[in-house]
């Protein structure tokens, strides 16, 4: 896999794109005082509407805007189509592959994925066994991390099926670029992704328990003081449902309901924004304080949905990633259409060793870490940090997997010294229910330090509107 830098923007030589140049002829005519207030105004805007993030580990209530670019990220239709139909393939086998483990465990039987990867897993939940959910549907909303690298070859970095974040940005990145700049969207057929909210909503009322006509949905949040509570809140309050905390349910009968002003209204449907862990003390955390004593009981009783399900988590952990594509070969009986990153195993003693003489080249993760947290970027640390991080590894090797270091594909971003190209990737998302759908297009995130390659947002990462265009 080459690791040459692919510019979204410009082919080699410098020639633009043909999906880019009307952009780039407004672009050329704009003077850049215009971009610089324009930024302001969407900075001022976005704060206005409280549109920040907290960030854990820092001062109590320290809150931050996630830096907004104004250039877009654009797609041309057929690569959309294409990324497309590789993200359906991917979500239906994973929704397969959940549906296995908690019930018959073929694949692990079959001998394709080691059976101890699975059920030791520190995200399989024995408690979901045997559990019938409704349609089969594990994963309802699954955010899916795409990079381009080498010569503009897609690759999935990672799955996300826990409780995905980041859609609201895409969103609001989008009415944002509508307000500040009108003109480009009579220049370009983009396709809409207001109507997501929507979307949404009518795909969780398709998975409500067998007979309830008309379902009762709400979100369930851990409060103001987590991290995504503004897209907790914006979220529910365009699908128009309400958002509850845990102390806002509880079970009766193995039914849950909602404490309203006119009396408990039974709930047919749970967006639940809150892990695994924390989410019935009874049966996981009994320290916690932010779920819903008895909903597994009710859960196991088929009489409430839970959106995603109990146990998702083993689907995205990062020791199983390596497998997804012999999963589709299993399940769907087809060639993956879209390519993992290779990866090492290191609970694997060849690929340890190797990944050991070559810490300083690779790119090394915690397979339950997330955020940009708990991993090392080789070429950009010091002696002493790879030296500190071999002793984790050495001490834990089954705990980390290793990836090359990808040359992710770049983006003009406008930064305080100018337009100047920055590292981006992609999560759409991507929703089952009866059928599986997605909006055209999503969250693109931007590495906004010179070189970096670390895109989150808890590490200084912005995000950028993403266009796909519909001829």
């Given at each position: 896999?080459?690791?040459?830098?692919?510019?979204?923007?410009?082919?080699?030589?410098?020639?633009?794109?043909p999906h880019y140049e009307a952009f780039a002829e407004w672009l050329a005519n704009t003077p850049v005082e215009r971009l610089v207030r324009k930024r302001a105004e969407a900075d001022t805007a976005f704060r206005r509407v409280g549109i920040t993030?907290?960030?854990?580990?820092?001062?109590?209530?320290?809150?931050?805007?996630?830096?907004?670019?104004?250039?877009?990220?654009?797609?041309?239709?057929?690569?959309?189509?294409?990324?497309?139909?590789?993200?359906?393939?991917?979500?239906?086998?994973?929704?397969?592959?959940?549906?296995?483990?908690?019930?018959?465990?073929?694949?692990?039987?079959?001998?394709?994925?080691?059976?101890?990867?699975?059920?030791?897993?520190?995200?399989?939940?024995?408690?979901?066994?045997?559990?019938?959910?409704?349609?089969?549907?594990?994963?309802?909303?699954?955010?899916?991390?795409?990079?381009?690298?080498?010569?503009?070859?897609?690759?999935?970095?990672?799955?996300?099926?826990?409780?995905?974040?980041?859609?609201?940005?895409?969103?609001?990145?989008?009415?944002?670029?509508?307000?500040?700049?009108?003109?480009?969207?009579?220049?370009?057929?983009?396709?809409?992704?207001?109507?997501?909210?929507?979307?949404?909503?009518?795909?969780?009322?398709?998975?409500?328990?067998?007979?309830?006509?008309?379902?009762t949905v709400v979100l369930l949040t851990p409060g103001a003081y987590n991290s995504a509570y503004f897209e907790h809140t914006f979220l529910a309050q365009q699908m128009g449902i309400e958002l509850v905390e845990g102390r806002d349910l509880f079970?009766?009968?193995?039914?849950?309901?909602?404490?309203?002003?006119?009396?408990?209204?039974?709930?047919?449907?749970?967006?639940?924004?809150?892990?695994?862990?924390?989410?019935?003390?009874?049966?996981?955390?009994?320290?916690?304080?932010?779920?819903?004593?008895?909903?597994?009981?009710?859960?196991?009783a088929g009489h409430v949905t839970l959106a995603n399900a109990i146990g998702t988590g083993v689907a995205d952990d990062k020791s199983i990633y390596p497998y997804v594509p012999e999963m589709i070969r299993f399940y769907l009986g087809e060639e993956?259409?879209?390519?993992?990153?290779?990866?090492?195993?290191?609970?694997?003693?060849?690929?340890?060793?190797?990944?050991?003489?070559?810490?300083?080249?690779?790119?090394?993760?915690?397979?339950?870490?997330?955020?940009?947290?708990?991993?090392?970027?080789?070429?950009?640390?010091?002696?002493?940090?790879?030296?500190?991080?071999?002793?984790?590894?050495?001490?834990?090797?089954?705990?980390?997997?290793?990836?090359?270091?990808?040359?992710?594909?770049?983006?003009?971003?406008?930064?305080?010294?100018?337009?100047?190209?920055?590292?981006?990737?992609?999560?759409?998302?991507?929703?089952?229910?009866?059928?599986?759908?997605?909006?055209?297009?999503?969250?693109?995130?931007?590495?906004?330090?010179?070189?970096?390659?670390?895109?989150?947002?808890?590490?200084?990462?912005?995000?950028?509107?993403?266009?796909?265009?519909?001829?």
């Amino acid at each position: 896999m080459s690791t040459d830098g692919y510019n979204e923007m410009y082919a080699n030589g410098g020639a633009l794109r043909p999906h880019y140049e009307a952009f780039a002829e407004w672009l050329a005519n704009t003077p850049v005082e215009r971009l610089v207030r324009k930024r302001a105004e969407a900075d001022t805007a976005f704060r206005r509407v409280g549109i920040t993030f907290a960030v854990y580990g820092e001062e109590a209530g320290t809150e931050r805007l996630i830096p907004f670019d104004v250039i877009p990220r654009i797609i041309p239709a057929a690569e959309w189509q294409a990324l497309e139909a590789g993200l359906h393939q991917r979500v239906r086998t994973l929704n397969a592959f959940l549906h296995d483990i908690y019930h018959d465990q073929e694949i692990l039987r079959a001998g394709r994925i080691p059976a101890d990867q699975v059920l030791n897993n520190a995200q399989f939940r024995k408690e979901m066994m045997g559990i019938d959910v409704p349609a089969g549907i594990y994963a309802h909303i699954a955010g899916v991390d795409i990079v381009r690298a080498g010569a503009g070859e897609s690759y999935v970095l990672e799955d996300n099926l826990r409780v995905p974040s980041g859609v609201s940005y895409m969103i609001e990145d989008r009415k944002m670029m509508m307000r500040l700049f009108p003109e480009l969207f009579s220049r370009h057929m983009i396709a809409p992704v207001q109507h997501y909210p929507d979307m949404l909503l009518e795909n969780l009322r398709t998975v409500a328990p067998k007979g309830v006509a008309n379902p009762t949905v709400v979100l369930l949040t851990p409060g103001a003081y987590n991290s995504a509570y503004f897209e907790h809140t914006f979220l529910a309050q365009q699908m128009g449902i309400e958002l509850v905390e845990g102390r806002d349910l509880f079970v009766s009968n193995e039914q849950v309901f909602m404490r309203t002003t006119q009396g408990p209204r039974q709930v047919d449907v749970i967006y639940r924004r809150i892990d695994d862990d924390f989410l019935d003390p009874l049966v996981f955390n009994r320290d916690s304080m932010l779920g819903v004593p008895g909903l597994l009981a009710a859960y196991r009783a088929g009489h409430v949905t839970l959106a995603n399900a109990i146990g998702t988590g083993v689907a995205d952990d990062k020791s199983i990633y390596p497998y997804v594509p012999e999963m589709i070969r299993f399940y769907l009986g087809e060639e993956p259409l879209l390519n993992n990153v290779p990866t090492w195993m290191l609970r694997k003693p060849d690929d340890l060793r190797y990944v050991l003489d070559h810490l300083s080249e690779l790119v090394v993760k915690e397979v339950h870490g997330a955020g940009g947290y708990g991993m090392l970027v080789g070429p950009a640390s010091t002696r002493a940090e790879i030296e500190a991080f071999r002793a984790r590894i050495v001490a834990t090797p089954e705990k980390y997997i290793a990836q090359p270091t990808l040359a992710l594909s770049s983006c003009p971003t406008f930064v305080e010294t100018g337009i100047a190209p920055r590292h981006i990737d992609l999560r759409p998302f991507v929703l089952s229910g009866k059928r599986v759908g997605m909006v055209p297009g999503g969250l693109t995130r931007v590495a906004l330090r010179e070189g970096s390659l670390v895109v989150n947002s808890s590490q200084g990462g912005g995000t950028k509107d993403t266009w796909v265009l519909e001829n």
